[in-house]
Nanobody, 115 residues
Framework: QVHLVESGGGLVQPGGSLRLSCSAF????????MEWHRQPPGKQREVVAG???????NYDDSVKGRFTISRDNAKGTVYLQMNSLKPEDTAVYYC?????????WGQGVQVTVSS
């Protein structure tokens, strides 16, 4: 079992920034493909960004140019830097780790963009 711990959410004004972190306390973190997903109020969960074990990144069109996903294998952590935040970015953000051993999810962290 892989335990994912997310942090960094909160309330921010439009145009502001936040950085989310997701830590996986396993030695094999470098073999995981990692993604950030989000679930806006009343909507389905959607993928926001991903980074493969080979550091290939991909983004949903709605966040391209504003969000950056990165990883630090030594720390077992994946990050989501979110800039130029918009009210429509308001959601619960979830970390997802995928590996041959299974598909794992964090508990979610609330991000609210509001003035």
């Amino acid at each position: 079992q892989v335990h994912l711990v997310e942090s960094g959410g909160g309330l921010v004004q439009p145009g502001g920034s936040l950085r989310l972190s997701c830590s996986a306390f396993v030695d094999i973190f470098k073999f995981f493909d990692m993604e950030w997903h989000r679930q806006p109020p009343g909507k389905q969960r959607e993928v926001v960004a991903g980074i493969s074990r080979g550091d290939i990144t991909n983004y949903d069109d709605s966040v391209k140019g504003r969000f950056t996903i990165s990883r630090d294998n030594a720390k077992g952590t994946v990050y989501l830097q979110m800039n130029s935040l918009k009210p429509e970015d308001t959601a619960v953000y979830y970390c997802n780790a995928r590996h041959s051993s299974g598909d794992y999810w964090g508990q979610g962290v609330q991000v609210t963009v509001s003035s």
